[in-house]
């Protein structure tokens, strides 16, 4: 059985785990722990500490396994373990979640030095109102180059988080 | 043609015999530095140094890497070097003292930044109110900003990696930016490993949209 990876990554909070659940045909593997940090419980009370893992059978010889990086810059350790190999990245921004923007950038700038794989900047819209930003505002705000895409999403709709994933897939295929 | 290894002749020996002599020639330098392995030459014209290169710097920067050969191989070959723009105006004594001054520097300096090869981040939070930056500074803070390392900053404004890190731990020590990751050096070098084959990837493609 051959298996490739897909790598979600994305600040505290951004949709991770929820873009991992939408997709996977199997039961989600997640490794969620009680959040300490007081400003984390207000957002959340679970956090991802080493990975979530989904899966994606293609067929008896291939599977795609998607794997959900921690979001916290202290667990980095486990994103460069994680990012190894991948096939692409995609790096989920909450387009509300302001505050974490600084941290998304941390993140991307992580990935482009640790890996040559395609990335693609998913902007997770969980709410419908509230203070958003569009995909122009951020890809001004992450100081994005042209060759990374930003491509809008919610995370808990299935359909969406396929575009997601074919938009890297195509990605992937026009790099080779 | 002078040839040998710097077992033989120490370096400060080989560029006395150019200056002495008044030699007009290019003297190809290979051996291990404490920032590596370097490669290059030095192009000397009546005896004094005009030029000099290596695999990534141009002019006073590579005569200092060069300079701090301490072991490796030397070959000068006598030619006529008019052509070539004339880089460096330092005297041979002013280059070596250069040259060790830096090495010095570089003691200091590099238990201070991590690695050259560091990512940095600019940082928002606890700037002093006032600071006041050279020119270079705010060159450096640019392009650390753009995700360069401390290696790649020094190829790009052709500067040594001890210029370079002194700037930058001054702007460390200053909180206006801090380490965030750390680039393999090699990995521009690496053979990429060979992906997914892309029978796989449109398989995917057509699984993902039956899902």
Known sequence: ?176 | MLEGSLKDFTLDEVLQMISLGEKSGRLILKGDTPFGNRNGAIFFENGQVKDAETEEYAGEPAVVELLNIKSGYFKFVAEDVSIRKRSISKSIPDLVLLSTSKIDEWGKIKNKVSSVDTVFRLSSEGIPNQIHLSPQQWQIISLLGNGLTIREIALKLNKTVIDVSKDVYALVALRIVREIAEKDPNKEKIIKKKGAPRSFIMRLIERLKRL
């Open chain 1, 1 to 176: 059985m051959k298996r490739y990876k897909i790598v979600i990554s994305g600040p505290f909070a951004a949709g991770k785990t929820t873009f991992i659940k939408t997709i996977t045909e199997i039961a989600p593997i997640d490794t969620e722990a009680k959040t300490t940090a007081t400003d984390e419980s207000v957002v959340k009370d679970s956090t991802t500490v080493a990975m979530d893992f989904g899966r994606i059978s293609v067929d008896d010889e291939n599977v795609l396994h998607i794997f959900g990086t921690p979001g916290q810059f202290r667990f980095n350790y486990m994103w460069s373990i994680l990012g190894k190999d991948a096939l692409g990245i995609i790096v989920i921004v909450d387009s509300g979640a302001r505050e974490t923007f600084e941290d998304a950038k941390d993140m991307i700038n992580f990935f482009r030095v640790k890996t040559d794989a395609p990335a693609v900047i998913a902007l997770n819209h969980f709410d419908e109102k509230g203070n958003k930003v569009d995909k122009n505002e951020i890809r001004k705000i992450l100081n994005l180059p042209n060759w990374i895409p930003v491509v809008d999403c919610n995370a808990r709709d299935k359909q969406s988080v396929k575009d997601v994933l074919l938009y890297l897939l195509r990605l992937i295929l026009s790099r080779d």
